[in-house]
């Protein structure tokens, strides 16, 4: 027996797609496995040399390594060694989703912008026309919070001089500038 396809069978499954394809998030690029096998280390070390330079050859872009792609492989993106002799010239930018989170390998020189050579570039433009931004506020482009509940973070700076435990105790730190 054959289901009926009526207009509110219809309405309900392309609702449930819709909705399906709004959930996923849509990034352009490609993904490593398009490039060759990434189940061992070794395979996907080659796949990701294959990959990088297949996209350099052609212009640069994202190369997106899935959640399924072996743990084992350990990403670093240094295929740009020097500027480009253009300012448009390829980089590639990494995107991997494995280990729960995306981790963001950029070019380690990138491009020409604004005057500067950057790997990553957020751009916003606020344009509020006869408007102006409220007074007193903070308007930024990105903001990142690293809120620390317990435990404490290090620099691992060198002390100058030796310090006696106590209660009002001051420690000067070492810090080389190049």
């Given at each position: ?18 909705a399906s394809a709004w959930a ?9 496995d398009e490039f060759g096998p ?141």
């Open positions: 027996m054959m289901a009926r396809l009526t207009p509110a069978v219809v309405l309900a499954a392309v609702l449930v797609l819709g996923q998030p849509r990034e352009t690029g490609r993904a490593l990434t189940d061992t280390a070794e395979a996907a070390e080659q796949t990701l040399q294959t990959a990088v330079e297949a996209l350099l050859t052609n212009g640069g872009g994202v190369l997106i390594i899935p959640p399924a792609v072996t743990q084992e492989l350990e990403v670093r993106n240094l295929w740009q060694e020097e500027r480009s002799t253009r300012d448009e010239g390829p980089v590639v930018t990494i995107l991997d989703h494995r280990g729960g989170f995306t981790e963001y390998h950029v070019a380690p020189i990138g491009r020409h912008q604004f005057g500067t050579w950057t790997g990553f570039r957020v751009e916003r433009v606020l344009n509020l026309g006869e408007q102006s931004l409220p007074h007193c506020g903070t308007h930024a482009v990105q903001a990142i919070d690293n809120i620390v509940v317990s435990g404490a973070t290090s620099y691992m700076h060198t002390l100058t001089e030796p310090v006696q435990a106590g209660q009002d105790v001051r420690c000067y730190h070492y810090s080389k500038t190049d």
